[in-house]
């Protein structure tokens, strides 16, 4: 069965850096679009940033030019990487893959916090 395993977490504080990775099992992950999501406490899961087998991407225009989504298919990985990090970056990031319908990862928290 299909699996999404999220990994990278944590609290860092204003600006530093972080990487998620969200290792996949149970499909073809080369022909699959990959994403993250996003849900902080008390609003609505928002889309990140997602990317094609052909690595074409798109971001959320509240993370564009600080966050980089990329894959590894020889690895079944996709990562985000995440930099100069606002508090309001602070939610529960989740692994995401669309393959006839949405699959979810457990979800990782992220908090930016000084």
């Known amino acids: 069965q299909v699996q999404l395993v999220e990994s990278g977490g944590g609290l860092v504080q204003p600006g530093e850096s972080l990487r998620l990775s969200c290792e996949a099992s149970?499909?073809?992950?080369?022909?699959?679009?990959m994403g993250w999501y996003r849900q902080a406490l008390g609003k609505q899961r928002e889309l990140v940033a997602i990317?094609?087998?052909?690595?074409?991407?798109r971001y959320a225009a509240s993370v564009k030019g600080r966050f980089t989504i990329s894959r590894d298919n020889a690895k079944n990985t996709v990562y985000l990487q995440m930099n100069s990090l606002k508090p309001e970056d602070t939610s529960v990031y989740y692994c995401?893959?669309?393959?006839?319908?949405?699959?979810w990862g457990q979800g990782t928290q992220v908090t930016v916090s000084s």
């Open positions: 995401n893959a669309k393959w006839g319908k949405d699959y």
């Open positions: 990317i094609t087998g052909g690595h074409t991407t």
């Open positions: 149970g499909m073809p992950f080369s022909v699959v679009v």
